[in-house]
């Protein structure tokens, strides 16, 4: 069946950097879109980055354009997203999710097929 593990969450000080990763299974990586998706206590799951199948095209949320950098690598079948310059609001549990979508959907958390558990990033003022 189909696998998503995410990993490199961590507390962090505000201005500092992780990369995350997705680690996947189960499904050919490179048929599918992948996102990065975030979600605070009490709030809804947002969209933060998302990269076509061959990783040629990247899309990001407003909050994050210049500080975060989607990539990929289809050959070990991991997603990746380095975070730059955190501030306090970047604190979520992250999730990486998969999906066959067109870019109309890329944002939309409901139209992705699969998802990993999610890795808790927290940032320090």
């Known amino acids: 069946q189909v696998q998503l593990v995410e990993s490199g969450g961590q507390l962090v000080q505000a201005g500092g950097s992780l990369r995350l990763s997705c680690a996947a299974s189960?499904?050919?990586?490179?048929?599918?879109?992948m996102g990065w998706f975030r979600q605070a206590p009490g709030k809804g799951r947002d969209f933060v980055a998302a990269?076509?199948?061959?990783?040629?095209?990247?899309y990001y949320a407003d909050s994050v354009k210049g500080r975060f950098t989607i990539s990929r690598d289809n050959a070990k079948n991991t997603l990746y997203v380095q975070m730059n310059s955190l501030k306090p609001e970047d604190t979520a549990v992250y999730y990486c999710?998969?999906?066959?979508?067109?870019?109309?959907?890329?944002?939309?958390?409901?139209?992705?097929?699969?998802w990993g558990q999610g890795t808790q990033v927290t940032v320090s003022s």
């Open positions: 999710g998969a999906g066959r979508l067109p870019v109309r959907h890329y944002g939309l958390a409901g139209k992705y097929d699969y």
């Open positions: 189960g499904l050919t990586f490179s048929d599918y879109v």
């Open positions: 990269i076509t199948g061959s990783g040629g095209t990247t």
